[in-house]
T-cell receptor, first 117, second 110 residues
């Protein structure tokens, strides 16, 4: 499968624990996004990278969230001191875009379902 | 700020009936609009984008800047069209980050 892959598919953790998710984008894609989705809502933007540079973070994103994309390849999203409100589906998407070209097409992974007990 | 509104959480129709999934947006600049679809147990995927002016699986969508809408239409619904549909906006000249609506669940009954 050459699509976007995310690991793990499911994560159950206790409140206060740290969790880390991984996303492997399509290999030649230079842009990588993290979104969060809760029941009945659409994907909500968290942060994105262009190559290895993190260009924007949502203003709603708590300081407990951090993301990296070393060498512009895979990315990790870490949540420290998890809270029950962090329970959600975390989606990764990648795209290939030169500059600000039109028609950016996002390719999504299957997501990581986080449950905080 | 950019915002996407999908007023219907659920749309239920019978096979062969016309379908229109509504999408309204708010953005002061020039927008790009997209429809994404998620079939049961599959990942979210692009259905169509306004710049392509394409018809995919019989679906079309026209960007109406006057009404700030990008409604998705299909003249004759099929059972396999049952899915979650998300409208998305990307603001050109702004952050370029795609913003999604909350989605509309389309159920097509036999």
């Amino acid at each position: 499968d050459t699509g976007v892959s995310q690991d793990p598919r499911h994560k159950i953790t206790k409140r206060g624990q740290n969790v880390t998710f991984r996303c492997d984008p399509i290999s030649e894609h230079n842009r990588l996004y993290w979104y969060r989705q809760t029941l009945g809502q659409g994907p909500e933007f968290l942060t994105y990278f262009q190559n290895e540079a993190q260009l924007e973070k949502s203003r709603l994103l708590s300081d407990r969230f951090s993301a990296e994309r070393p060498k512009g390849s895979f990315s990790t999203l870490e949540i420290q001191r998890t809270e029950q409100g962090d329970s959600a589906m975390y989606l990764c998407a990648s795209s290939l875009i030169p500059g600000q070209a039109y028609g950016e097409k996002l390719f999504f992974g299957s997501g990581t379902q986080l449950s905080v007990l | 700020a950019q915002r996407v509104t999908q007023p219907e959480k659920l749309l239920s129709v019978f096979k062969g009936a016309p379908v229109e999934l509504k999408c309204n947006y708010s953005y002061s600049g020039s927008p790009e609009l997209f429809w994404y679809v998620q079939y049961s147990r599959q990942r979210l995927q692009l259905l169509l984008r306004h710049i392509s002016r394409e018809s995919i699986k019989g679906f079309t969508a026209d960007l109406n800047k006057g009404e700030t809408s990008f409604h998705l239409k299909k003249p004759f619904a099929q059972e396999e069209d049952s899915a979650m549909y998300y409208c998305a906006l990307r603001g050109l000249g702004g952050s370029y980050i795609p913003t999604f609506g909350r989605g509309t669940s389309l159920i097509v009954h036999p």
